[in-house]
């Protein structure tokens, strides 16, 4: 069983940033590759970025590629979204995923999940 707490979601305005953090316990091959959606109400949940253990580079929605980076610790149960230079089209609930598998941008790929964080962008 892996439990994800996230936090730093909060109001920024355009143009600002902000950085989310997840920390996951449990067995650590449960959370081998780390992810961040996001989630509109009356939208499906949607791909932000992903990061495994192996080094390999982390992957990306296209549309946010140079403005939010995810990267974990050196332990590897924390995984953060650093959001820059934001935009009201970035509100949303933003949640955390784990799986112990490479996967991924396909939520059902993924088996464990945070609570979500509100990230609200207005000025």
């Known amino acids: 069983q892996v439990q994800l707490v996230e936090s730093g979601g909060g109001l920024a305005q355009p143009g600002h940033s902000l950085r989310l953090s997840c920390v996951a316990s449990g067995p650590h091959y449960m959370y081998y590759t780390m992810a961040w959606f996001r989630q509109t109400p009356g939208k499906e949940r949607e791909f932000v970025a992903s990061v495994s253990r192996l080094g390999s580079p982390p992957d990306y929605a296209d549309s946010l590629k140079g403005r939010f980076t995810i990267f974990r610790n050196s332990t590897a149960n924390t995984v953060y979204l650093q959001m820059s230079n934001l935009l009201p089209e970035d509100t949303a609930v933003y949640y955390c995923?784990?799986?112990?598998?490479?996967?991924?941008?396909?939520?059902?790929?993924?088996?464990?999940w945070g609570q979500g964080t509100q990230v609200t962008v207005s000025s």
């Open positions: 995923a784990t799986s112990s598998a490479i996967v991924g941008g396909s939520s059902v790929a993924y088996v464990y």
